[in-house]
């Protein structure tokens, strides 16, 4: 069963407009939390990360917004920008900041179109 | 320049053939992590160490093998035993609390 999920699968968002990714969890131990940004044939870069004890933390173009009691996280991009497209994977850790592994979502594939 | 060495990029083998994939890391970090991932779907944890000369099992470790003998090296062979090995592997490491940081993959093709 997933314990975290992304149900969307890809989406199209013009260049300069917010781009809004979002992800459901279940596992109400789940208190770390992260999206990671890949290119085909590469491996996941960190993009941002936020802990439950916050509701929001932003770096530059990037912001995460955490609602614990919905179990849900977005993260948003503004504005976006043509090398923004990839596949964004979210993913949540219990404790430790992930030291035991992550649970990733299945990914949203990000469409930035000029 | 400081990162996760992971070779081959590509690799074959025949079924029933165990399979060595290789992990390399100079960044000094403690915690090594081995996920898989299939097409359409997130990563899934298969091992992990926080420690050398100690590793544990994640949520799909059936089939598979690792050893942490040195810091900078996490080795995962994939053993006939795996029943559906084709996939692509990353690795990955971390210090602390700190965000974990992924090679580019082995694509491992079974034929």
């Known amino acids: 069963d997933q314990q975290v999920k992304q149900n969307s699968p890809s989406l199209s968002v013009q260049e300069g407009r917010i781009s809004i990714l979002n992800c459901d969890y279940t596992?109400?131990?789940?208190?770390?939390f992260l999206w990671y940004k890949k290119y085909p044939a590469e491996g996941p870069t960190f993009l941002i990360s936020?802990?439950?004890?916050?509701d929001k933390n932003e770096d530059g173009r990037f912001t995460v917004f955490l609602n614990k009691s919905a179990k849900h996280l977005s993260l948003h991009i503004v504005p976006s920008q043509p090398g923004d497209s990839a596949v964004y994977f979210c993913a949540a850790s219990v404790g430790g900041g992930g030291a035991d592994g992550l649970t990733f979502g299945k990914g949203t594939h990000l469409i930035i179109q000029p | 320049d400081g990162g996760i060495t992971q070779s081959p990029k590509y690799l074959f083998r025949k079924e029933g053939q165990n399979v060595t994939l290789s992990c390399e890391q100079n960044l000094n970090h403690d915690a090594m992590y081995w996920y898989r991932q299939d097409p359409g779907q997130g990563l899934r944890l298969i091992y992990y160490?926080?420690?050398?000369?100690?590793?544990q099992k994640g949520d799909i470790a059936e089939g598979y093998s690792v050893s942490r003998e040195k810091k900078e090296s996490f080795p995962l062979t994939v053993t006939s035993a795996q029943k559906n090995p084709t996939a692509f592997y990353l690795c990955?490491?971390?210090?602390?609390?700190?965000?974990?940081?992924f090679g580019d993959g082995t694509r491992l093709s079974i034929l």
């Open positions: 596992n109400s131990m789940f208190d770390y």
């Open positions: 160490s926080q420690i050398v000369n100690d590793f």
């Open positions: 936020i802990s439950s004890i916050k």
């Open positions: 990955a490491s971390s210090q602390g609390s700190q965000p974990q940081h």
